[in-house]
């Protein structure tokens, strides 16, 4: 990464750049010419202006004309601008939340008996949500347990007379206190959605601080639907532990059917996978040594996270897992799948085939996979990749040659049985004690996506080499661990270079006792973006062992490179949990003084949390450890 | 006279999202970047108008330059003159502000700055290559041309009509 490339500017992923050079020779459209074509990009977009809420529209104010302060309707800037970013959080919150009911639906099915190809893998985990639901556990079969959970998430979408029970009950006693305070407890996850798209129709709420209070609570939606996602999803396949897997594209091999697993839910990768290796005879009868089934974006998050599946690339850089011409069949399900893949495949003469009902693209293959038939449909789909295999195999690939060594698997569940090697009656011991003595000087979160419009991964690894040479101790999940995965900072080999001093030592020490001959690896690898609900349930968990709130904890997060609106809902909940939270990309809000004011200080004397704008990586680290050392020293912290 | 690039509008193609405005007025910023000249004080202003017509025309209308500067003929302080480059510019320090310039340009397109109380119009961006609002304007409705090169341009685009329609 030293000499310059040409793709440099686009790209810090060296395997990327090579299969830029090779898009640009054949003529393959990206996201990156795409992006290039689409410049100059409007500004009342970027700032927020723009408003289409209604027929009379659009509207725009523009902010230079001092002639035209309001939209048709009345609606000033502030009002357009809060608007506009409550549809954003409230389109991240359905999105997220959707993910997590249609596991609630698989749980419900497999506990009646409806969904053959799902089983409780982890039935300490059942009980564990169970408990905190108030569900009766004694004595009672799994399956009735787990029956009950799934009617409890499901009712946890509409209004009922308790609140969202994912989100009431999953934070600290002291945040339970504020946001009832401020009223931000959500009342159904669904109801808050359905609000704010009420509430900002036209006509309706005009306040733009009422309307950023709404957003934050539908924000605390997005975070039951998050948690909840990964209640379920480890119930049903288990709760991850460490493991080793491979990341980038030189996961895909020549001589093997090469499956790439794109989008978020493992309600079917998971089927995939387990098929997968039950049709390995079909696949050499095909010519081929195996099926190796790789992950992209989440759906690879979950996938290395519970099986060390490799992940093969991450978000901006998905159509580049079809440019090396070995994927057979990308199979999709929903969400971050660029309509692309499909005109990509095309000319790589690879099958993108769509398995959701509500996610189809033009020029895609559509199998309906529904649970009642997982397995039957997974072969299906399975069935099409060897197919493409049989078509590809004596044609030339370009596979870059580069992979690295990850150890994924952390789970609030086996961080705590990891530290339990060191202290196995106060498991919570060492890492409260490293960070009281400044050994770890806080935490990190960095979740998000890549953005075409940000060198691919610049900003995740520049501000995650600061901070880790500064002893704060990394986190990561979504695509932000996809992308420093890519860069070897979830490399154990690579824990003492890139780590200061305090915080490998605690590192080196819980790997020793867990037999590990050498440390963590720098970055711990969290899982999927739903599983953020992982980084506030150890942050929940540490704020509780030491008796303080979340507002107050040396915690902070970071979206360095965020795409999807899901990050926006993130980032908020992030916020309303109280947690300094950097943004490396404009949101649209710079039109409203007052709502860029309202998100970056007036908030933090409501929840404690703010946003830091800031799209400078060395600036955006330098802002964290400040906010983390602030922290430090409001409890008495050196 | 010359063969200095003008601005020219091709009215067909403008869609009317005003992308040519932000893109001025940031270029008239003291910051030039969207996201800080928002916060300017005084706030800077674009020079570049779009008209709306009956029949949803969009029309964008801007200083011509023209050659013959009724403007530049008009002013009493000397404020207007002819630059290097062929523009026809306000010195703001010499402006009066009697508006004079306003009365006798044809196009309207001289404005009022609200707080220095001075004619300002486009300028062509002198610090550019091309001007910000063609750079900025996704439909190529605004075309930085020579006259010779527009009007050659349009003479291309006739001729293959032409062709086309003997042919048909």
């Known amino acids: 990464m030293t000499s310059e490339t040409p793709f440099q500017h686009l790209t810090t992923d060296p395997a990327v750049q090579q299969m830029l050079a090779k898009a640009k020779e054949n003529h393959i459209s990206t996201v990156w010419d795409r992006y290039e074509q689409m410049l100059p990009q409007c500004g009342f977009g970027e700032t927020g202006l723009c408003c289409r809420h209604c027929l009379q529209g659009p509207c725009r104010i523009n902010p230079f004309d001092p002639g035209a302060e309001t939209g048709i309707c009345g609606a000033n800037a502030d009002v357009m601008v809060a608007r506009g970013l409550d549809r954003a959080i409230a389109a991240g919150t359905a999105a997220h939340s959707g993910h997590a009911k249609h596991l609630a639906h698989t749980l419900l099915k497999m506990a009646r008996g409806q969904a053959k190809d799902y089983k409780i893998t982890d039935p300490v985990k059942l009980k564990k949500v169970a408990a905190r639901l108030h569900i009766a556990v004694d004595g009672r079969a799994d399956t009735d347990i787990a029956l009950d959970v799934a009617k409890a998430a499901l009712a946890d979408f509409h209004e009922k007379d308790t609140p969202v029970l994912w989100a009431a009950g999953v934070v600290t006693p002291g945040r339970v206190e504020v946001l009832s305070k401020l009223g931000l407890v959500p009342k159904g996850i669904d109801h808050e959605v359905a609000e704010i798209m009420h509430r900002t129709l036209y006509g309706v709420d005009a306040d733009p601080v009422n309307l950023l209070l709404g957003g934050l609570r539908c924000s605390v939606a997005d975070l039951a639907g998050c948690y909840m996602g990964t209640d379920l999803a480890d119930i049903l396949f288990g709760t991850p532990t460490p493991l080793a897997s491979q990341a980038n594209l030189g996961t895909l091999k020549k001589e093997s059917v090469n499956i790439a697993l794109h989008g978020h839910n493992p309600v079917l990768s998971e089927i995939i996978v387990k098929v997968a290796g039950e049709m390995a005879d079909e696949a050499v009868a095909a010519g081929a040594d195996r099926i190796n089934v790789v992950g992209i974006c989440c759906t690879g998050n979950e996938l290395m996270e519970r099986h060390g599946i490799p992940s093969c690339t991450h978000s901006v850089s998905q159509e580049m897992a079809l440019v090396t011409g070995a994927v057979d069949a990308m199979i999709v399900d929903y969400q971050c799948i660029m309509p692309s893949v499909a005109s990509v495949a095309e000319c790589m003469g690879t099958k993108v085939i769509t398995t959701m009902d509500i996610c189809k693209i033009t020029g895609a293959e559509h199998i309906d996979v529904k649970e009642e038939t997982a397995a039957e449909n997974a072969r299906q789909a399975i069935l099409q990749a060897i197919a493409g295999f049989k078509k590809r195999k004596n044609k030339p690939t370009h596979i870059p040659a580069l992979t690295n060594t990850v150890v994924a698997g952390f789970s609030t569940e086996s961080i705590v049985a990891a530290l339990s090697k060191l202290n196995a009656k106060d498991p919570l011991a060492p890492l409260a004690d490293s960070i009281k003595s400044g050994n770890i000087k806080g935490v990190c979160l960095f979740a998000g996506c890549n953005n075409v419009k940000i060198p691919q991964d610049i900003n995740y690894t520049k501000i995650a080499a600061k901070l880790l040479k500064e002893n704060v101790l990394v986190v990561a999940t979504g695509c932000g661990a996809g992308s420093l995965m890519r860069h070897d900072f979830m490399d154990p080999a690579k824990t003492r270079d890139l780590c200061g001093n305090g915080l490998f030592a605690v590192l080196n020490a819980i790997g020793e006792a867990n037999g590990l001959g050498g440390p963590l690896p720098s970055v711990l690898h969290l899982g999927s973006c739903v599983d953020n609900s992982r980084a506030v349930e150890i942050t929940v968990a540490l704020a509780n062992y030491l008796g303080v709130d979340i507002n107050q904890m040396p915690v902070v997060a970071s979206a360095p490179e965020p795409t999807s609106e899901k990050a926006v809902s993130i980032g908020t909940y992030a916020v309303a949990a109280g947690l300094p939270t950097h943004v490396g990309v404009m949101l649209p809000v710079m039109g409203s003084a007052l709502v860029a004011k309202v998100l970056t200080q007036t908030v933090k004397d409501l929840t404690g949390g703010y946003f830091i704008v800031e799209p400078d990586p060395d600036k955006a680290a330098d802002m964290l450890l400040q906010a983390l050392n602030d922290r430090r020293k409001g409890l008495g912290l050196v | ?168």
Not at chain 2, 131 to 141: E, K, L, R, S
Not at chain 2, 146 to 156: A, L
Request: proline residues 5%.
């Open chain 2, 1 to 168: 006279m010359s063969n200095y690039k003008e601005i020219f509008v091709k009215t067909d193609k403008c869609t009317g999202c005003l992308t040519c405005k932000i893109a001025c007025a940031v270029e008239h910023s003291e910051t030039k970047s969207l996201f800080s000249a928002i916060r300017e004080s005084p706030r800077p202003v674009s020079r570049v108008y779009v008209e709306w017509l009956p029949g949803n025309a969009k029309v964008p209308v801007l200083c011509r330059h023209c050659e013959e500067a009724p403007c530049l003929n008009a002013c009493i302080s000397g404020a207007i003159s002819r630059s290097d480059t062929n523009a026809v510019i306000t010195d703001a320090g010499k402006c009066i502000g009697c508006w004079t310039c306003v009365m006798v340009c044809p196009y309207g397109v001289i404005g009022r700055d609200q707080t220095l109380a001075k004619a300002f119009r486009c300028d062509r961006c002198p610090d550019r290559e091309i001007p910000a609002c063609v750079g900025a304007c996704p439909t190529q409705a605004l075309v930085y041309e020579t006259v010779d090169g527009f009007s050659k341009t349009k003479r291309k685009t006739v001729s293959r009509e032409l062709l086309t329609r003997e042919g048909a």
